[in-house]
DNA sequence: ACTAACACAACAATCGATTGCAAGATAATT
DNA sequence: AATTATCTTGCAATCGATTGTTGTGTTAGT
């Protein structure tokens, strides 16, 4: 910067003020200065005037693992949210700086802020850390969580409405006369807890009994999921179809029972949870449960920038929509045989 | 730090060194002051640090956009490759600064440089931007890129043996009998390229012509992807097996043959590249090329840190392996059928 | 007892940008 | 012509940490 100043001959200040365009500085010169910088391409540097401005122009996106997952991330949903997030903050010209809060730190979230790398927090998922974020809300304000609202007022929450996208999954299972419908997931996690009572909600709207064996408490863990999956098919309980928490949950499901011989849908149905865009590629395509994540990211980040700049607000429920497709039996092709290696057009 | 300093009766410049260890600091003292910055729950203001060392603690992670895909991210390979990388630079104290690289603005990967926000760049795929990442490459050495190996030494790779996974896969196929092979994928891409001269040179190993009409363009893009397979099938074209360039292409050719009344693998073998976590739970399960990603990453961030250090280090290759499940028939179990609403255990 | 050697700790400059206040220059008013 | 008002620009402090150099106190050697 010294040097520009050098250049065209004023001082530092002049430069400074001229780039951030301020009105104390004549057209005539802003205009001089602007294009020196640019011959001798100049920019700013962020690191020293963030230090002078006394902010970090960065956001902190954390992903809370469960304690099961401590190895990695694996659910795509986390990607496609993070897409959105990045597009959200760069539009604000903030960064993204990523990280992972591994169960196993016990103040991995609280070394968040007193470390004062960004000027603001968004945590994707609640996992089932609702203990820790609470008590990081009620001293830290610039803190949007996405995920199911706790009633409590101690953090701000963005999320889908989980309870009402169970309840719609579930409604078109007893529609298509199914009433065995098994609940696949964790309801440690306060999500897949709202989406559950969706889907008990429904059972009771049709006067269905729950039996609590159509439970299957399975985790987002790979091999616990398989597992836990292959468990309940030795138990036997009869079912006619499953509510799946999640999309992954429903593809590992898919693959399961038909390893075990049984047909989604002709056997079960599946319903999933996310409409991740690969929901559509799995076979059968999955009908979900779709959620606006552009919209809950757009959300997040505008009620973040709101509580950095010292304003209230309240948390959101983003609607959700079912998607149906032919994971659920909606839309059955007959299957037409073919002998292998000639394969005529369809 | 000032208030450390009052509290403990000494200069600013004894704390900071106390607090790095300085051995110019009397053992005691040290640890007096330890105490202190603890008990005030002190920690290092990053920014003034980092203007002060001339660095910012920063490595950027970039992910390259096609031109087709500009809305958003969508293969979660990146989300598995962005998982081990933040774990490789959390571990190295390193933040991961996130960005997306669109393929519309043509000098993204410039701005990235001469921002000046981070010590280093990770690229995540060459995408089609060979040419802008070898300009850059000539001039910023503290970049490394996940992708394939182009000859030049613009810039350095780390990636898998593309060429090496496309043979083991189609040679898989071959050594199962299947001569009429597909190959699924988008050869602008560079990896994408490479895996298609594997395939190629297992077909002229075995002895197999190739049939141009066997090639299937098919870009990533979602909807792109479902076009491109449905005219490939309209065309009639006889094949009896399938090499997609990606795990993610290779769920989307199983879903719309299964739609066009095709299953995999009796009409068809099916094998992929990635070996994502949800390889395993598509229907059938996914025969794949297995990627190191933990160690490719380990790699990556290995030189580029070697790199920052001035040092010279080249490219390298990571083994792959072949994954074998369901969908290139390998263990096509009996499907025994059962009555919906009646599922015994199995 | 005097000096050399050494261990500690403080002073002050530095990183690069921003900004309140003061001062200089120009134009306008009486 | 003198004075005020209006524009422009510069000075210097500031953000919080790091580090070369200097200064002080202690110990050891002869």
Same mark, same amino acid.
């Given at each position: 910067m010294s040097d520009i +100043? #050098?250049?065209a001959g004023v001082s530092e200040a002049t430069v400074s003020r001229a780039l951030r365009g301020s009105t104390l500085i004549s057209q005539a010169t802003r205009e001089r200065i602007r294009e020196i910088a640019e011959a001798v391409g100049y920019t700013v540097d962020h690191t020293a005037r963030n230090l002078r401005l006394q902010r970090t122009g960065t956001i902190t996106v954390a992903v809370p693992l469960h304690h099961e997952v401590d190895q990695g991330i694996s659910d795509p949903f986390f990607l496609e949210m993070l897409g959105f997030l990045a597009d959200e903050l760069a539009d604000r010209g903030y960064d993204l700086l990523l990280r992972k809060i591994g169960a196993g $730190? !016990?103040?991995g979230l609280a070394n968040l802020v007193i470390e004062r790398r960004s000027d603001g927090i968004l945590l994707i998922g609640q996992s089932?850390? &609702?203990a820790q974020i609470k008590a990081l809300g009620q001293r830290y304000k610039p803190l949007v969580v996405w995920g199911a609202d706790m009633g409590d007022d101690a953090y701000i929450t963005v999320g889908s409405d989980n309870r009402a996208g169970g309840r719609m999954a579930v409604e &078109? *299972?007893? $529609?298509r006369g199914h009433r065995r419908i098994a609940f696949f997931g964790d309801r440690e996690l306060p999500e897949i807890a709202a989406r559950f009572e969706g889907y008990h909600e429904a059972l009771a709207g049709a006067g269905v009994s729950? %039996? !609590? +064996?159509? $439970?299957c408490r399975v985790t987002f863990r790979k091999a616990g999921s398989h597992a836990a999956i292959g468990e309940f098919l030795a138990k036997g309980t009869p079912f006619d179809a499953v509510f799946a928490a999640s999309d992954q949950l429903a593809g590992a499901a898919i693959n399961i029972f038909d390893r075990h011989g049984l047909n989604v849908p002709r056997d079960a149905a599946v319903? =999933?949870?996310? %409409? *991740?865009?690969?929901a559509a590629s799995y076979t059968p395509a999955l009908t979900t449960v779709h959620q606006d994540l552009a919209a809950g990211a757009r959300l997040m980040v505008n009620k973040l920038f709101k509580r950095m700049a010292g304003e209230d607000v309240r948390s959101s429920v983003v609607p959700v929509r079912l998607i149906i497709r032919a994971s659920c039996g909606a839309s059955i092709a007959p299957r037409p #045989? #073919?002998?292998? =290696?000639k394969l005529a057009k369809t």
């Open positions: +100043a #050098r250049l $730190e !016990p103040n089932t850390q &609702h &078109h *299972l007893l $529609e729950w %039996d !609590p +064996a159509l $439970e319903v =999933g949870f996310d %409409d *991740l865009m690969l #045989r #073919r002998r292998r =290696g």
